[in-house]
């Protein structure tokens, strides 16, 4: 592993680039980068038929979805993209109030992704992150999204308005990360792969589902001061322009239009947290008239460790299947 060196103040950003994430875990020949105007998304594509984008989560990329994409290529035209400030996706320069890694950014992003494939509409699901962006896409371009599956997740305001200890000891990026650079930064920096390491033995997910392989592929990934920066950029939108943007939609009563379906680790912190308000179906029933649920045994990366159950999972709803 190449050594990691960081060095940031308000006035001068001094990076060292390393590699890019590694792509010998997906065929190389399906990946591209498609430029958005204010960010280069690169993303893996393969299939045939309605577009299905599937948004990784931290501190994963892409490389999330490797065992369920070909799984579902015989009936979709899959997209697995970098969100911007991820994997090999580029870090556009931030801005005080952290606007341009606010998920209202991150979902143009895929918005014009998916016009520039030549699609009208797409089916998306988002992971964690990605969920967020997922849920955001919706909201901001509802001619465009004709399902949306959100996994392990609630929205933005609503996650902090019901925040309390156990939230800050189990979600630790979320308050950690968005703390004033270059404190989160440094820190990452200095330890990319305990990050890692925490994550996949932590979050209630079998660390043997991670291959040496995959595990390194992340850590790599967090490994590039660009990208650590863009990161907490994103988790420091999370904790501030996010809010804002969810609190705006929920005062106008705008809602998600199409089927919503949410999926969550059972016995995970969704699972136990929100059972006096009935669960994260009942929380995301303020957000759409058409929500779906059901929790799926696992931890939080259920996605990876159960790849052929979410994959006709998705084949099921996606398809009007379920």
Request: hydrophobic letters at 40%; aromatic letters at 10%.
């Amino acid at each position: 592993m190449d050594q990691v060196q960081l060095s940031l103040n308000h006035k001068k950003k001094n990076y060292i680039r390393h590699k890019p994430c590694s792509d010998k875990l997906m065929d190389q020949n399906n990946g591209s980068e498609i430029h958005t105007g204010e960010a280069s998304i690169y993303l893996q594509k393969d299939g045939k038929g309605p577009a299905l984008f599937l948004l990784h989560g931290f501190p994963e990329t892409h490389l999330m979805w490797r065992e369920i994409m070909p799984l579902l290529t015989e009936h979709f035209t899959v997209i697995c993209p970098d969100l911007r400030g991820y994997g090999r996706s580029s870090c556009p320069p931030s801005d005080k109030q952290h606007y341009p890694y606010s998920k209202k950014a991150l979902a143009k992003d895929m918005a014009v992704v998916t016009e520039k494939l030549g699609f009208t509409e797409c089916f998306v699901a988002g992971h964690d992150r990605g969920g967020r962006v997922a849920y955001r896409l919706a909201l901001d371009y509802p001619n465009l999204v004709k399902k949306l599956c959100v996994l392990d997740i609630i929205s933005a305001v609503d996650a902090w308005k019901r925040a309390d200890k156990q939230f800050a000891l189990d979600f630790w990026p979320w308050s950690l990360l968005a703390q004033t650079e270059p404190f989160p930064e440094q820190l990452i920096a200095a330890a990319p792969e305990a990050i890692i390491n925490n994550a996949i033995t932590d979050w209630g997910t079998p660390s043997t589902i991670f291959s040496s392989e995959i595990k390194e592929a992340y850590v790599r990934a967090l490994s590039d001061p660009e990208h650590i920066h863009a990161i907490c950029e994103e988790y420091r939108a999370g904790a501030g322009i996010d809010i804002e943007h969810d609190s705006h939609d929920l005062a106008i009563k705008k809602q998600i239009q199409c089927p919503l379906h949410v999926l969550w680790a059972a016995d995970g912190p969704l699972d136990n947290w929100y059972k006096a308000e009935g669960g994260p179906v009942a929380i995301w029933k303020q957000w759409a008239n058409e929500v779906t649920g059901n929790s799926i045994k696992g931890g939080h990366f259920f996605p990876e460790e159960s790849p052929e159950q979410i994959a006709q999972f998705f084949k099921s709803f996606f398809l009007n299947r379920v």
